[in-house]
């Protein structure tokens, strides 16, 4: 696995070191850090050659920092400065010509403690990349765990969403990690249901058949476990789940998502708002 993992010098960039550190450990990933710094074209004024080359000296220190956690942790890491006018597009070209299998990064900062809050980068990331992105939440560069142990896969409750179990199955099986399945029903989900009854008991029936699929996939996966989890709201309903401080969260991305690309639909947005694990969102399957 090869991680490239979007640098910024503020407590943002330091969770999303946090989490690649993590799952460098977990799945004995390669790595690479990459900073982007804004490239000065030249407008006629005096200075700006070197101020290009001051912005460039000093991305060199900052991401020495990031450097450091990853030699701290024991852990390989290579560091690029490049310029660009977009962090994003820069960092998905790195990646793209790195042959990524992840692109980490951090989320701002806005807000308390915990969960996801959406900044420009990740933004641009969840909605445009080809290559699945894995976001820190707030904080977790504060007591982050040594390994994942447990990823959960949230199954979609429409069959048009795009279902990231084939993707959390593949990634538990490459570290014997314990898969969880979780679907999420909430009472604005019963709009076109006869009765809440009847739904309920599809979705669980859902959630077991979902198990089998999992339970054939990864024989070797030390445990598995289905659940479905309902309330009023989604937000309430993700109140009732328990998440470890080891635990990591998949998302597949909007039926309205290009193939091959990821775009953050508004259940997965609720969904990382009120999650305080780390999140991988994938692409839009063929």
Known sequence: MHLTVGYLATPTGDDGIALAIVL???????????????????????GRAQYQ?????RGVEWIAKAAKAFDNAGIRARST?????????????????????????????DGFFGGHVIGPVAGAL?????????LAPRGY??????????????????????NPLPFAVNLAHTAALAIRLVSL????????????TELRAQQIAAARENLAVAA??????PDIESLVAEGLTLESALKKLTWGDADLLIVGSSRFAAPRR???????????????APVIVIPRAD
């Open 24 to 46: 460098a450990r977990t799945f004995d990933a390669e790595v690479d850090i990459v900073l982007t710094v804004r490239e000065e074209l030249p407008d006629g004024h005096p």
């Open 53 to 57: 080359d001051f912005l460039l000296e």
């Open 81 to 109: 400065v490049t310029m660009g006018e977009s962090f994003a597009e820069t960092l998905l070209s790195f990646a793209a010509d790195h042959h990524s299998d992840l692109l980490v990064v951090g989320g701002a900062r």
């Open 126 to 134: 969840l909605h445009t990349s080809p290559i699945p992105v894995a």
């Open 141 to 162: 560069a504060e007591d982050p765990p040594t390994k994942i142990t447990t990823v959960t896969a949230a199954i979609p409750t429409r069959a048009a969403d795009d």
């Open 185 to 196: 029903v909430s009472a604005e989900s019963l709009v076109d249901a006869e009765n809440v």
């Open 216 to 221: 054939g996939a990864a024989p070797d996966a």
């Open 262 to 276: 990821i775009f953050l639909g508004s259940t997965a947005s609720r969904i990382l708002a009120g999650t305080d």
